[in-house]
């Protein structure tokens, strides 16, 4: 998915299976005098063992970047300026180079922007000829463009850094219902998950083109039902999730089926429910399960690093996690019918 490649931190290869036996419970209670960090506490895994990811900043209204201080949130809260300051429906995010969250909001058909260092919010999107619908996936390409699937419009839009639409990838003929698109290493084509059609569809970077499809309906090899996330490891293979087979599919640059890891379940290695994934600059693979409200790490061998997160309405817990997306330290992640979006980084604990 979104791929803003950048070195992650070598203490992601730390938390190893040690985790696994753990559940996506939350840490201890925060110290009383602890007043700088609400979610201190909130570590996976939990005590006794040695915290490796951290929650740190959840994100629901435009307050919560903004705002200096809790009075001054609280207000800003009450009374709204405009129908995008609070979130709504948000279904996917990715963290930009300059460490800024974006998210798209289908109900509200946006994409917002959150700039925690500048204390400042840009909704991109509402306005002009073309105008989101149903924004979904995200992709940032390496020189800062941002790819968002339309699933409404049938489109890929690219925007800019100012939100200025630069091209629109596909058309009502050859997309039924795109809810991810990614740009390939080279930056000559555009990999676009189409869930209503069950396929891949590749269009040329340059003209706009259709190139060629990948899949159709089924659940054979190289076969989708309802693919709805897509991302590029380093060697530039395309990991797919295949919704409703419970799996994700990975196929090589060329578009040949590759291999595939994962099947239908509530344990741990299993799908419920996966909507997202995005491969780290280590080949990690996340993939987040909307159902079971965790997202799994997987190591280059597909075998399960650890988990994150559980059911709940609080800190660190998820109601219909969803989109996810991982940059240097730091994972955001969306949890949806909680409206909001939950900022974690991976941690050292004082004792390393």
Same mark, same amino acid.
């Given at each position: 998915?979104?791929?803003?490649?950048?070195?992650?931190?070598?203490?992601?290869?730390?938390?190893?299976?040690?985790?696994?036996?753990?559940?996506?419970?939350?840490?201890?209670?925060?110290?009383?005098?602890d007043n700088s960090d609400p979610?201190?506490?909130?570590?996976?895994?939990?005590?006794?063992?040695?915290?490796?990811?951290?929650?740190?900043?959840?994100?629901?209204?435009?307050?919560?970047?903004?705002?200096?201080?809790?009075?001054?949130?609280?207000?800003?809260?009450?009374?709204?300026?405009?129908?995008?300051?609070?979130?709504?429906?948000?279904?996917?995010?990715?963290?930009?180079?300059?460490?800024?969250?974006l998210v798209t909001d289908s109900?509200?058909?946006?994409?917002?922007?959150?700039?925690?260092?500048?204390?400042?919010?840009?909704?991109?999107?509402?306005?002009?000829? &073309?105008?989101?619908?149903?924004?979904?996936?995200?992709?940032?390409?390496?020189?800062?463009?941002?790819?968002?699937?339309?699933?409404?419009?049938?489109?890929?839009?690219?925007?800019?850094?100012?939100?200025?639409?630069?091209?629109?990838?596909?058309?009502?003929?050859?997309?039924?219902?795109?809810?991810?698109?990614?740009?390939?290493?080279?930056?000559?084509? &555009?990999?676009?998950?189409?869930?209503?059609?069950?396929?891949? &569809?590749?269009?040329?970077?340059?003209?706009?083109?259709? &190139?060629?499809?990948?899949?159709?309906?089924?659940?054979?090899?190289?076969?989708?039902?309802?693919?709805?996330?897509?991302?590029?490891?380093?060697?530039?293979?395309?990991?797919?999730?295949?919704?409703?087979?419970?799996?994700?599919?990975?196929?090589?640059?060329?578009?040949?089926?590759?291999?595939?890891?994962?099947?239908?379940?509530?344990?741990?290695?299993?799908?419920?429910?996966?909507? %997202?994934?995005?491969?780290?600059?280590?080949?990690?693979?996340?993939?987040?399960?909307?159902?079971?409200?965790?997202?799994?790490?997987?190591?280059? %061998?597909?075998?399960?690093?650890?988990?994150?997160?559980?059911?709940?309405?609080?800190?660190?817990?998820?109601?219909?996690?969803?989109?996810?997306?991982?940059?240097?330290?730091?994972?955001a992640v969306v949890d949806q019918?909680?409206?909001?979006?939950?900022?974690?980084?991976?941690?050292?604990?004082?004792?390393?």
């Open positions: 998915m979104k791929r803003s490649r950048t070195t992650i931190l070598t203490l992601a290869i730390l938390f190893l299976v040690t985790t696994q036996a753990q559940g996506p419970a939350l840490a201890g209670k925060k110290k009383k005098n979610y201190a506490g909130i570590v996976w895994p939990p005590p006794p063992d040695q915290g490796r990811i951290k929650l740190d900043k959840i994100i629901t209204h435009r307050a919560d970047v903004v705002a200096k201080s809790k009075f001054r949130r609280a207000l800003m809260k009450s009374s709204p300026k405009t129908v995008y300051d609070a979130l709504d429906k948000p279904f996917d995010v990715a963290i930009d180079n300059q460490d800024r969250i109900r509200k058909g946006a994409l917002i922007r959150y700039d925690s260092i500048n204390r400042a919010m840009d909704v991109f999107g509402t306005r002009g000829v &073309v105008k989101l619908q149903s924004p979904m996936g995200i992709d940032i390409t390496p020189d800062g463009r941002v790819l968002v699937a339309d699933a409404m419009l049938r489109r890929v839009v690219v925007f800019d850094d100012q939100g200025t639409i630069l091209k629109l990838y596909g058309s009502e003929e050859t997309l039924k219902g795109p809810t991810d698109a990614v740009l390939s290493p080279d930056g000559k084509q &555009v990999y676009v998950a189409d869930a209503q059609a069950h396929r891949i &569809v590749v269009f040329d970077a340059t003209s706009g083109e259709q &190139v060629r499809f990948l899949g159709g309906r089924g659940s054979g090899e190289g076969e989708f039902l309802y693919p709805t996330s897509l991302d590029l490891d380093s060697e530039g293979n395309l990991y797919v999730v295949d919704q409703l087979n419970a799996r994700i599919q990975v196929f090589n640059p060329d578009g040949s089926y590759l291999d595939q890891f994962g099947s239908a379940g509530n344990g741990l290695g299993y799908f419920s429910r996966p909507k %997202d994934i995005v491969v780290d600059e280590v080949d990690f693979i996340y993939v987040t399960d909307f159902t079971t409200n965790y997202f799994q790490i997987f190591d280059v %061998d597909y075998s399960l690093l650890t988990f994150v997160g559980m059911p709940g309405t609080g800190p660190g817990q998820f109601q219909g996690m969803l989109g996810i997306d991982v940059r240097g330290d730091r994972i019918l909680n409206r909001r979006i939950q900022l974690m980084r991976f941690i050292v604990s004082k004792e390393e």
